[in-house]
């Protein structure tokens, strides 16, 4: 009787590209891209000026495009619905015809290649266009989250992380490609987003989540990359604003760029070849590779197939199974909306629709979100403006729209890690970090109402930061307190607030303000609005009053996220993510099961 190893699988290069292309960290890659591509309307301020100029818009006007604008950017109820019902592929494919079709309309209009829309007519398109960005949310992001839901925050933080530095990606792309051209920036960002979703639409997709051991090791690696690229950003903007930069000096900057932006493609290869080789190894040294030969006699009957003494599971291991298809049957049972809506489930754990949409942790949410996500909207929309208004030369515009883009990414990054470690080492509650997130822009906002030199350049640090510290702890606490099962509607539905809040600080206070001020120095000129092509304001009163509103707006925020503060301290203390480890292990678990089973039945 001789023990022998079966032969294992050689590489063959077109088995790993395979291997890679399906696997979850190019997955991952796929993902980061289409959420570099997905934060388009951060650009508003750059191209802004020109759909002012070119339509003959005053503040108001402006105002209300940037409402609708923000209004499509977070109402993402339809993109939630469509992706509970339809794969991540779908989701992207809709966004890339949505992107497209919006931006395409928009650039038709400021080139005057079709005749001037109404008002409305560009309302839709600029809102259609911006709704693009929940379908790229909705199918990367939510997907990655379900793949990965016990490193969600860091996750979240990274993928967040990508849409902040998104403006600034855009600002040195387009100046390689077209130059300092603010009308080719509304062409560019309706067909390279709608592109880069097309290509990875097959690679983005759910998976069975399952535990791997260097998955944090790989998060850093993507955060230490991800860093180098927002410093080079911020070294190229403000470079770019002291030094001009000749086309091909622009066409390296966005080489750079690009490469940084691929970097996360050479982590995802080597993980997966870290996996081909473990699994190499294991059908070597495993017990589905050893076999049994020797002589039989003619008259001997062949008896049962060999196993192994130990082929049952074990009881635990059987258990969790159990558990974990009790609790999917019983999941299965609920209907989408309507059940249960006023018995409620503890937090943590999957609340309905409804359940999530009418607890009082929403509503909270809802009006903290009002409050900071619509100030900060507000102050950002109107940048072009401010620095207009304050004196600043045009090209200082987009170094302004950069610095909150590379700002919000270090944002989104800091809160996901720093509320990370504050509640693994200490149980200090997510929501804690949120209401320190609506004090930095009311600073900001100050800076702005109460200008000296430089003043904007720290007003658009502060006021980026802390936009990205928001959305991005409001997406993490969404699914710590009301779970994953329908994440990708309730996390869409837990950011309306900042489009009503936008609408209401940027269209009814700031661009009336904006126009009352303005309409003041033509009375002292002798001028009315009939004889002006272009309603301007010019000076620090332009925006005094309206960005001292938005300071106590913000502060009201604060005050009302200590509600939640005080209501979920109890929960952050316990262990948040014990039943996502468990069902991680079930499958896991499951998985050695299936591949012992496979191995008997070869032998």
């Known amino acids: 009787m001789a023990l022998q190893s079966a032969p294992a699988a050689g590489f063959t290069p077109c088995k790993f590209i395979l291997q890679v292309l399906r696997g979850r960290w190019f997955m991952m890659f796929a993902s980061f891209l289409i959420m570099a591509g997905a934060g388009a309307t951060y650009l508003f301020g750059v191209y802004s000026k020109v759909i002012k100029s070119t339509l003959g818009y005053d503040q108001s006007t402006l105002n209300l495009l940037s ?11 339809l993109s939630g619905l469509i992706a509970e019902i339809t794969p991540p592929w779908f989701v992207l494919l809709v966004g890339s015809a949505m992107n497209f079709a919006g ?10 290649k079709l005749p001037k829309p109404s008002i409305w007519q560009m309302c839709i398109y600029i809102c259609v266009g911006a709704n693009s960005q929940n379908f790229a949310n909705t199918g990367s992001l939510v997907t990655c989250v379900k793949n990965f839901p016990e490193s969600r925050g860091m996750l979240l933080g ?3 992380g990508f849409v902040g530095l998104s403006g600034a990606v855009f600002t040195q792309i387009y100046l390689a490609i077209y130059g300092n051209d603010a009308k080719s920036l509304i062409l560019l960002i309706g067909w390279l987003p709608a592109v880069i979703s097309i290509l990875f639409i097959f690679n983005v997709r759910a998976m069975k989540i399952s535990r791997h051991e260097n998955e944090v090791k790989v998060f850093y690696h993507y955060l230490v990359i991800s860093i180098v690229l927002a410093l080079c950003l911020m ?5 770019q604003k002291y030094v001009t930069f000749s086309h091909v000096g622009y066409i390296a900057s966005a080489c750079v760029v690009c490469f940084l932006l691929f970097l996360p493609c050479l982590v995802a290869i080597r993980e997966e070849l ?3 080789n473990k699994k190499r190894q294991e059908a070597k040294i495993g017990p589905s590779s050893i076999f049994i030969e020797g002589p039989m006699s003619p008259n001997s009957n062949p008896g049962p197939e060999p196993t192994l003494a130990n082929s049952n599971p074990a009881p635990e291991i059987t258990d969790s199974l159990d558990v974990l298809k009790h609790s999917i049957e019983e999941e299965n049972k609920d209907p989408i909306c309507c059940a249960n809506i006023c018995n409620k489930p503890k937090r943590g754990e999957d609340y309905t629709i409804l359940q999530a949409l009418l607890s009082m942790d929403m509503l909270i949410l809802f009006v903290a979100t009002f409050c900071g996500l619509g100030c900060s909207l507000t102050a950002v929309d109107n940048l072009g403006q401010i620095g207009e208004s304050l004196g600043y030369p045009t090209h200082t515009i987009s170094t302004f729209v950069s610095l909150v883009s590379i700002w919000n990414y270090f944002g989104r990054v800091f809160s996901r890690f720093v509320s990370e470690m504050l509640l693994l080492k200490w149980k200090i509650p997510r929501t804690l970090m949120m209401t320190f997130s609506f004090l930095l ?3 900001g906002d100050l800076f702005i109402a109460f200008p000296f030199p430089g003043s904007v350049y720290a007003a658009s640090l502060l006021i980026g930061f802390s936009y990205g510290v928001q959305l991005t702890l409001l997406f993490i606490i969404i699914s710590e307190l009301f779970g994953l099962k329908y994440y990708s509607t309730l996390f869409n539905c837990g950011q309306l607030a900042s489009p009503i809040g936008s609408y209401v600080l940027n269209v009814r206070i700031v661009g009336k303000l904006y126009d009352r001020e303005a309409m003041r120095q033509l009375a002292s000129k002798g001028l009315t609005r009939s004889m002006v092509n272009e309603l301007n304001c010019i000076g620090k009163e332009c925006y005094r009053l309206s960005f001292l509103i938005l300071a106590g707006v913000n502060l009201f925020g604060a005050l009302v996220s200590l509600i939640l503060v005080v209501r979920t301290c109890q ?3 316990t262990d948040i993510y014990k039943r996502f480890r468990d069902e991680m292990e079930a499958n896991n678990e ?14």
Request: net charge positive; charged share 15%.
């Open 67 to 77: 409402s609708c604008k923000d209004l499509g950017a977070n109402v993402g109820v």
């Open 103 to 112: 931006y395409f309309m928009i650039w038709l209009a400021v080139t005057k």
């Open 158 to 160: 990274l993928m967040k």
């Open 235 to 239: 070294g190229l903007t403000i470079a």
């Open 274 to 276: 870290d996996t081909w």
């Open 441 to 443: 822009p009311s600073v």
């Open 571 to 573: 929960y952050y203390k």
């Open 590 to 603: 499951e998985m050695k099961m299936v591949g012992y089973n496979n191995s008997q039945s070869q032998l």
